[in-house]
């Protein structure tokens, strides 16, 4: 199960976008994802897949292991495809039989979309597949200092975010046992027809439930049991250094999203 | 019918480099009472799935009961031999879901076809199998003390009647007394009732009282398979397997070494099984020193003696 996982895996290949700063990785993410979605016609779309794809390649990580992130969204992509093409009554009709009916408006924004949504995600698994979740964690503290003016707290958000994502493949690992187990009690999800697998889910999210919350409260107890107090100042395992280099990776992704804006 | 595991291999998403067994080859007769002994990541886990089929072998055939489980092919009523190969995980009090005892323990048999009522009467008899009292049946699993969370697990699987059980570390973060009640007891079902009991566990001294045949693992390989005796022949290569010699074997080597009498011969002429329990161990030192004395007419020879 943990194998079919792909997000939220380090794949250390010692390259340049690894040695950059999390700040600058994540502040780039969010332009990058702004770019994509003012992204409108064919020559934007094709610059901006080739600028990523090369700073893809650049981190020496397989292009395919990008790819397989996308691997999950599937079945969504495929709805969303479809029900562009579908709906979209723009431009000439190209196709008519019986009530579906196909129009070259529909099919560019059904391409254009899934298209999007490939480049958004294949781009945003560079952060985790590059990053690792205490640097990120510790960019996001950084990040979210501003929100002290409203009384959030930083450090809580991200200790969430530090501890959801650790426990990730213990939950996994746990749910998948617990699957196993079912199964050898005569209920494999994977045999079961579709009324009696939502049945069966009963039987997997209780004990799934129950063990996440013994595993909060194990884990609670153990941080108190070390003297750890939410708010407190602590200092930091790695300190964060803004170079030249993440200035420039910065400058990129601007000026990618000037070329979009322009266009 | 045994279960015959014939150059099994798994490797994980069927990629060589993940190979967690690796052409394990062994016999297991009804009715026997079988350790499956190894470190962490020998593979002994992996291959406890095979028993029921939740894993397949990705090369070579097992035979369990009357189900062949061939690499890539779906086995015709999988239901059936999980229903007849009964498997606890470890940790199995972690599986338990339901609002009561019953509605846990019914949840197996139902889902093998029993009607409710004769569900009722299989969990009643698998608690009293597992020594608990009916009483816990309207009682919450999760209201229930941790040894009884596991017993209740356990008699979850007992309840659908399986003729052979298979277990994954049952007595893992239990306290010494309670490791050998649970032995005892499943002991005791393996010889009442005829049910092939095999326990996966990384202690051997946990097990050895208890079984008529032994598999170790190492690293994916089996390199053991045999009695409990041939096992104390093989003793000093157990250190290699990266685990240690349990204290008895190391006592009786002590023993044999000073009274220059092999004790494994001594064991065969018997014709007994060896345990290796306190009670056993103690009678055979007693054995060894009276057949120095009937030789030697007193004194203990050095163990530098004997060259």
């Given at each position: 199960m943990q194998q079919r996982f792909i997000l939220g895996r380090v794949i250390a290949t010692d390259s340049w976008v690894h040695k950059l700063d999390p700040r600058a990785k994540m502040t780039c993410m969010l332009i990058f994802a702004v770019i994509t979605v003012l992204l409108h016609s064919l020559v934007d779309f094709v610059a901006v897949t080739i600028v990523s794809q090369l700073i893809l390649l650049s981190t020496r990580i397989k292009l395919t292991m990008f790819w397989k992130a996308v691997r999950p969204l599937r079945y969504l992509m495929l709805f969303i495809f479809l029900f562009q093409l579908f709906l979209e009554k723009g431009g000439h009709l190209l196709l008519s039989w019986g009530p579906i009916q196909f129009y070259s408006e529909g099919i560019i924004t059904a391409v254009f979309t899934v298209w999007r949504m490939s480049l958004l995600v294949t781009f945003t698994a560079l952060l985790t597949f590059t990053t690792t979740p205490a640097m990120l964690t510790q960019a996001l503290e950084d990040m979210l200092k501003p929100l002290k003016i409203f009384r959030i707290s930083p450090q809580a958000i991200a200790l969430m975010l530090s501890i959801a994502l650790r426990f990730i493949p213990t939950i996994l690992e746990e749910t998948e046992r617990i699957v196993k187990a079912q199964a050898s009690r005569g209920a494999d999800l994977k045999d079961l027809p579709w009324k009696d697998k939502a049945k069966a889910m009963i039987a997997l999210l209780v004990p799934v439930t129950v063990c996440a919350f013994r595993r909060a409260e194990e884990l609670v107890n153990s941080m108190e049991a070390r003297g750890y107090k939410l708010g407190e100042p602590r200092s930091k395992f790695f300190r964060l250094t803004w170079h030249r280099q993440d200035t420039y990776f910065l400058l990129i992704f601007i000026l990618i999203g000037l070329f979009v804006i322009w266009q | 019918m045994p279960i015959v595991f014939n150059e099994v291999s798994h490797a994980y998403g069927g990629n060589?480099?993940?190979?967690?067994?690796?052409h394990v080859r062994f016999h297991i007769q009804d009715g026997q009472f079988v350790g499956i002994i190894g470190p962490t990541g020998s593979g002994k886990s992996t291959l406890l799935q095979h028993f029921n089929a939740i894993l397949r072998p990705t090369d070579g055939k097992a035979q369990v009961l009357d189900f062949l489980i061939l690499p890539g092919e779906k086995i015709h009523e999988v239901k059936r031999l999980r229903q007849r190969v009964g498997l606890v995980f470890q940790f199995?009090?972690?599986q338990l879901f339901a609002d009561t005892v019953e509605h846990d323990l019914c949840y197996g048999p139902m889902n093998f076809g029993a009607t409710e009522a004769e569900a009722k009467l299989l969990a009643i008899a698998a608690l009293e199998q597992i020594g608990l009292?009916?009483?816990?049946?309207?009682?919450?699993?999760?209201?229930?003390s941790g040894g009884q969370m596991r017993k209740v697990a356990i008699a979850s699987v007992l309840a659908m009647n399986p003729d052979v059980l298979v277990l994954d570390?049952?007595?893992?973060?239990?306290?010494p007394r309670s490791r050998e009640e649970f032995m005892t007891l499943l002991h005791t079902l393996c010889r009442t009732q005829n049910k092939t009991v095999i326990v996966v566990t990384h202690r051997l001294d946990e097990v050895l009282p208890f079984t008529d045949h032994l598999l170790v693992m190492h690293e994916g390989k089996l390199v053991f398979e045999g009695s409990n005796i041939a096992l104390y022949e093989h003793a000093e290569k157990l250190p290699t397997w990266r685990m240690a010699i349990p204290k008895p074997f190391r006592i009786l080597q002590a023993c044999e070494q000073m009274?220059?009498?092999?004790l494994a011969n001594h064991v065969r002429q018997d014709g007994?099984?060896?345990?290796?329990a306190p009670s056993w161990v103690a009678e055979q030192i007693h054995l060894l020193f009276q057949t120095l004395q009937r030789d030697d007419s007193g004194g203990v020879p050095c163990s530098n003696d004997s060259s």
């Amino acid at each position: 199960m943990q194998q079919r996982f792909i997000l939220g895996r380090v794949i250390a290949t010692d390259s340049w976008v690894h040695k950059l700063d999390p700040r600058a990785k994540m502040t780039c993410m969010l332009i990058f994802a702004v770019i994509t979605v003012l992204l409108h016609s064919l020559v934007d779309f094709v610059a901006v897949t080739i600028v990523s794809q090369l700073i893809l390649l650049s981190t020496r990580i397989k292009l395919t292991m990008f790819w397989k992130a996308v691997r999950p969204l599937r079945y969504l992509m495929l709805f969303i495809f479809l029900f562009q093409l579908f709906l979209e009554k723009g431009g000439h009709l190209l196709l008519s039989w019986g009530p579906i009916q196909f129009y070259s408006e529909g099919i560019i924004t059904a391409v254009f979309t899934v298209w999007r949504m490939s480049l958004l995600v294949t781009f945003t698994a560079l952060l985790t597949f590059t990053t690792t979740p205490a640097m990120l964690t510790q960019a996001l503290e950084d990040m979210l200092k501003p929100l002290k003016i409203f009384r959030i707290s930083p450090q809580a958000i991200a200790l969430m975010l530090s501890i959801a994502l650790r426990f990730i493949p213990t939950i996994l690992e746990e749910t998948e046992r617990i699957v196993k187990a079912q199964a050898s009690r005569g209920a494999d999800l994977k045999d079961l027809p579709w009324k009696d697998k939502a049945k069966a889910m009963i039987a997997l999210l209780v004990p799934v439930t129950v063990c996440a919350f013994r595993r909060a409260e194990e884990l609670v107890n153990s941080m108190e049991a070390r003297g750890y107090k939410l708010g407190e100042p602590r200092s930091k395992f790695f300190r964060l250094t803004w170079h030249r280099q993440d200035t420039y990776f910065l400058l990129i992704f601007i000026l990618i999203g000037l070329f979009v804006i322009w266009q | 019918m045994p279960i015959v595991f014939n150059e099994v291999s798994h490797a994980y998403g069927g990629n060589p480099e993940h190979l967690a067994l690796d052409h394990v080859r062994f016999h297991i007769q009804d009715g026997q009472f079988v350790g499956i002994i190894g470190p962490t990541g020998s593979g002994k886990s992996t291959l406890l799935q095979h028993f029921n089929a939740i894993l397949r072998p990705t090369d070579g055939k097992a035979q369990v009961l009357d189900f062949l489980i061939l690499p890539g092919e779906k086995i015709h009523e999988v239901k059936r031999l999980r229903q007849r190969v009964g498997l606890v995980f470890q940790f199995p009090e972690q599986q338990l879901f339901a609002d009561t005892v019953e509605h846990d323990l019914c949840y197996g048999p139902m889902n093998f076809g029993a009607t409710e009522a004769e569900a009722k009467l299989l969990a009643i008899a698998a608690l009293e199998q597992i020594g608990l009292s009916p009483d816990l049946l309207s009682r919450s699993p999760f209201q229930l003390s941790g040894g009884q969370m596991r017993k209740v697990a356990i008699a979850s699987v007992l309840a659908m009647n399986p003729d052979v059980l298979v277990l994954d570390e049952p007595t893992a973060t239990l306290d010494p007394r309670s490791r050998e009640e649970f032995m005892t007891l499943l002991h005791t079902l393996c010889r009442t009732q005829n049910k092939t009991v095999i326990v996966v566990t990384h202690r051997l001294d946990e097990v050895l009282p208890f079984t008529d045949h032994l598999l170790v693992m190492h690293e994916g390989k089996l390199v053991f398979e045999g009695s409990n005796i041939a096992l104390y022949e093989h003793a000093e290569k157990l250190p290699t397997w990266r685990m240690a010699i349990p204290k008895p074997f190391r006592i009786l080597q002590a023993c044999e070494q000073m009274t220059n009498n092999p004790l494994a011969n001594h064991v065969r002429q018997d014709g007994t099984r060896a345990t290796f329990a306190p009670s056993w161990v103690a009678e055979q030192i007693h054995l060894l020193f009276q057949t120095l004395q009937r030789d030697d007419s007193g004194g203990v020879p050095c163990s530098n003696d004997s060259s």
